[in-house]
């Protein structure tokens, strides 16, 4: 029977984590989310313009999300790189706390870690156009990249998310109320001072236990945002995403390790 290798499953995991990310987004962009024209506003582009060019951006989100799905290149890795850090940069560029960028770390981590994964192609330009083989042998230091980029993202991520339940951030405390939680602002606390500590048990030593418990975390505490429920849970395939492949990276590193040793 046919089995997926620890890389070629990293592989696929990023890939969908960064589809949903950019589906997820799009999709507002198409139902035109009311926070949005904040921050066309950083661009100095007023309510009227800013209406009409959501959807067709929102559009071109999906599509992008959808060919990463089908035919994944290099090309589109870079572009949504930078798309997804412009878009996350233009939170706190809007007047909204820095917390809101670094959450966001998934949009744009989850990208770049399968850019890293996947390589640079060769030397050609072609290479950035070409489609993406997953079947294709990593290195044992490509691995190490990837792993030091996933641990540096889900840190981002957790850390981001922790800051904005400590400064009770508006949403945050509407979902712990719809919940039944009595006092939401002690509950934001709890789970900021626990994501926080998470996050630096990621930096100090990622524990692969530890990730599967804020996978789990992550993926259930997501469904229950007061609005948008299923667009928010998609737009943050890439913070799933990330845990997801880390916690399958340090697998791999491990077997990696045990066959060195065997030698």
Request: proline residues 4%; charged residues 15%.
């Amino acid at each position: 029977m046919f089995q997926l290798s620890q890389e070629q499953k990293i592989h696929h995991t990023l890939r969908v984590a960064v589809a949903m990310c950019f589906i997820g987004h799009g999709a507002f962009g198409i139902i035109i989310k009311p926070i949005w024209f904040n921050y066309f506003a950083v661009f100095g582009i007023g309510h009227d313009l800013a209406y009409r060019l959501m959807p067709w951006l929102g559009s071109f989100d999906i599509i992008l999300g959808m060919l990463m799905l089908v035919f994944p290149t290099r090309i589109i890795l870079i572009w949504l790189i930078f798309w997804g850090s412009l878009t996350a940069l233009l939170r706190p560029l809007s007047g909204e706390p820095l917390a809101e960028l670094i959450e966001r770390a998934g949009n744009f981590g989850a990208p770049l870690a399968l850019l890293i994964l996947a390589g640079s192609g060769g030397k050609q330009i072609k290479g950035w156009f070409t489609r993406i083989n997953p079947n294709v042998e990593v290195k044992s230091e490509t691995m190490h990249k990837v792993i030091f980029c996933l641990r540096i993202v889900v840190f981002l991520l957790l850390f981001g998310h922790g800051w904005l339940n400590w400064i009770e951030k508006k949403s945050l405390l509407n979902q712990y109320s719809s919940l039944g939680f009595s006092n939401p602002f002690n509950t934001a606390r709890a789970v900021g001072i626990f994501e926080c500590i998470a996050a630096i048990s990621v930096i100090i030593r990622p524990f692969r236990s530890l990730l599967l418990v804020i996978l789990i975390w992550k993926i259930g505490s997501e469904l229950f945002y007061p609005q948008y429920k299923l667009f928010e849970w998609m737009e943050r395939g890439g913070s799933y995403g990330a845990i997801l492949a880390l916690w399958l990276a340090l697998k791999s590193e491990t077997k990696q390790q045990q066959v060195t040793l065997a030698r």
